[in-house]
C-alpha cells in the first residue's frame, strides 16, 4: 500500500527571504502608497520652506526655557562694521561671516536684505510670519493625513511589517552599506526593503515623524494652554522650538539620503516604482519581509 505524505496539501511556508529570478517586474507599490508618498513628499518641502519662513521672525534657539543670549546655541543675524553691513551665524560661541548666504541675502523681492535664511528657501518668498504660520499648519494637517491614510491601507494589506526593521536584519546592515558604498559587488539576500531601508523608515515613520507633530503641537500656545504637561515635557517652548529644528534637520538629511540612494540604485527603475507601481527586481532582491 502506498505510503501517504503526511506534508500533502500542505500550503508552503512563506520564505523570510525570497528568492525571486533577477530581472523579474512584481508589484511594487499599491496605489494607497504612491499617492501618500507624494503628497508626503510635498508637504514635507513646504512645510520646511514654511518652517525656515517662521523662523525668521525670530532667528535664533536657544538651550533655555526662556529667550536669553547666554543660553543661545544658534542663531542668524547682522552687523555693521565701517559702514558695510553683513550677515553672521552663531554656532554655540562660534561667529562666521555668512553674507550673501544666511543674515544678510536675498529677500525674496530682487534685492538683499537683513534676513536670516533668504528667499528662495522661504515659502512664501517675501518675509510673511502671519502667511508662513497658515501654511505650515494647512500642510501640517497634509502631511499627517497622509501619514495615517498610509498606514491604514498599510495595516490592511499587511505591509507594514515589511518596513519594520527585525533582529534578523541587524548582521545585514554591514554588507548592505559596504554594497551601497561599492565594497561589495552584491547585496545581502532581503525582502521588498533591504535591512537599511527598514532601519531608516522605521525611525522615521516611528520615531522623527511623530516628535516632529508632537514638538510643532508643543509650540501652539493654543495646544500649550490645553496640555502643558507636553510642552514641560520637551523643557518649555523655546526648548521645544530648539527640538523642532533639530528634528527638521534629521528628515531633510534622511532627505537627501533618500534621493542619493534612489539616483545611485536605479532612478527609473525606482521612479515607476512610485509612480506606476511596477518595479524589476535586482540581484538577492524578493518581495517578502
Same mark, same amino acid.
Given at each position: 500500500?502506498k505510503?501517504?505524505?503526511?506534508?500533502?496539501?500542505?500550503?508552503?511556508?512563506?520564505?523570510? @527571504?525570497?528568492?525571486?529570478?533577477?530581472?523579474?517586474?512584481?508589484?511594487? *507599490?499599491?496605489?494607497?502608497?504612491?499617492?501618500?508618498?507624494?503628497?508626503? +513628499?510635498?508637504?514635507?518641502?513646504?512645510?520646511?520652506?514654511?518652517? =525656515? $519662513?517662521?523662523?525668521?521672525?525670530?532667528?535664533?534657539?536657544?538651550?533655555?526655557? %526662556?529667550?536669553?543670549?547666554?543660553?543661545?546655541?544658534?542663531?542668524?543675524?547682522? $552687523?555693521?562694521?565701517?559702514?558695510?553691513? *553683513?550677515?553672521?551665524?552663531?554656532?554655540f560661541?562660534?561667529?562666521f561671516?555668512?553674507t550673501?548666504? =544666511?543674515?544678510?541675502?536675498?529677500?525674496?523681492?530682487?534685492?538683499?536684505? $537683513?534676513?536670516?535664511?533668504?528667499?528662495?528657501?522661504?515659502?512664501?518668498?517675501?518675509?510673511?510670519?502671519?502667511?508662513?504660520? !497658515?501654511?505650515?499648519?494647512?500642510?501640517?494637517?497634509?502631511?499627517?493625513? +497622509?501619514? @495615517?491614510?498610509?498606514l491604514?491601507f498599510?495595516?490592511?494589506?499587511?505591509?507594514?511589517?515589511?518596513?519594520?526593521?527585525?533582529?534578523?536584519?541587524?548582521?545585514?546592515?554591514?554588507?548592505?552599506?559596504?554594497f551601497? %558604498?561599492?565594497?561589495?559587488?552584491?547585496?545581502?539576500? *532581503?525582502?521588498?526593503?533591504n535591512?537599511l531601508?527598514?532601519?531608516?523608515?522605521?525611525?522615521?515613520?516611528?520615531?522623527?515623524v511623530?516628535f516632529?507633530? %508632537?514638538?510643532?503641537?508643543? =509650540?501652539?500656545?493654543?495646544?500649550?494652554a490645553? +496640555?502643558?504637561?507636553?510642552?514641560?515635557? =520637551?523643557?518649555?517652548?523655546?526648548? +521645544?522650538?530648539t527640538?523642532?529644528?533639530?528634528?527638521?534637520?534629521?528628515?531633510?538629511?534622511?532627505?537627501?539620503?533618500?534621493?542619493? %540612494?534612489?539616483?545611485g540604485?536605479?532612478?527609473?527603475?525606482?521612479? !515607476?516604482?512610485? @509612480?506606476?507601481?511596477?518595479?524589476?527586481?535586482?540581484?538577492? $532582491?524578493?518581495?517578502?519581509?
Open positions: 500500500m505510503k501517504m505524505d503526511a506534508t500533502a496539501g500542505t500550503p508552503p511556508a512563506r520564505a523570510a @527571504t525570497p528568492a525571486t529570478t533577477p530581472g523579474t517586474v512584481v508589484k511594487r *507599490h499599491s496605489i494607497a502608497t504612491r499617492l501618500t508618498h507624494w503628497a508626503g +513628499a510635498l508637504a514635507m518641502l513646504v512645510l520646511v520652506m514654511s518652517g =525656515l $519662513e517662521i523662523f525668521n521672525a525670530a532667528p535664533y534657539l536657544d538651550a533655555s526655557d %526662556l529667550s536669553s543670549p547666554a543660553h543661545r546655541i544658534f542663531a542668524i543675524g547682522s $552687523e555693521t562694521l565701517l559702514g558695510t553691513t *553683513h550677515g553672521t551665524t552663531q554656532i560661541g562660534w561667529h561671516d555668512t550673501h548666504v =544666511l543674515g544678510v541675502t536675498d529677500n525674496g523681492q530682487g534685492g538683499e536684505s $537683513e534676513r536670516a535664511f533668504p528667499g528662495w528657501s522661504t515659502f512664501p518668498g517675501y518675509q510673511d510670519l502671519a502667511d508662513g504660520r !497658515r501654511w505650515h499648519l494647512f500642510f501640517g494637517w497634509v502631511l499627517t493625513i +497622509a501619514g @495615517t491614510i498610509y491604514f498599510g495595516a490592511l494589506r499587511k505591509e507594514i511589517p515589511l518596513i519594520v526593521v527585525r533582529p534578523s536584519d541587524f548582521p545585514k546592515m554591514l554588507p548592505m552599506q559596504l551601497y %558604498l561599492g565594497l561589495r559587488k552584491d547585496p545581502p539576500v *532581503h525582502g521588498k526593503y535591512p531601508q527598514k532601519a531608516g523608515y522605521t525611525l522615521i515613520l516611528f520615531g522623527l511623530p516632529v507633530i %508632537l514638538t510643532g503641537l508643543a =509650540l501652539s500656545p493654543g495646544v500649550d490645553i +496640555a502643558a504637561p507636553l510642552t514641560n515635557l =520637551l523643557g518649555g517652548r523655546q526648548f +521645544a522650538r527640538w523642532h529644528f533639530v528634528a527638521m534637520i534629521g528628515l531633510i538629511g534622511f532627505t537627501i539620503g533618500h534621493v542619493g %540612494l534612489v539616483l540604485t536605479g532612478v527609473i527603475n525606482n521612479m !515607476r516604482a512610485m @509612480t506606476l507601481g511596477t518595479y524589476r527586481l535586482g540581484k538577492n $532582491e524578493g518581495t517578502g519581509p
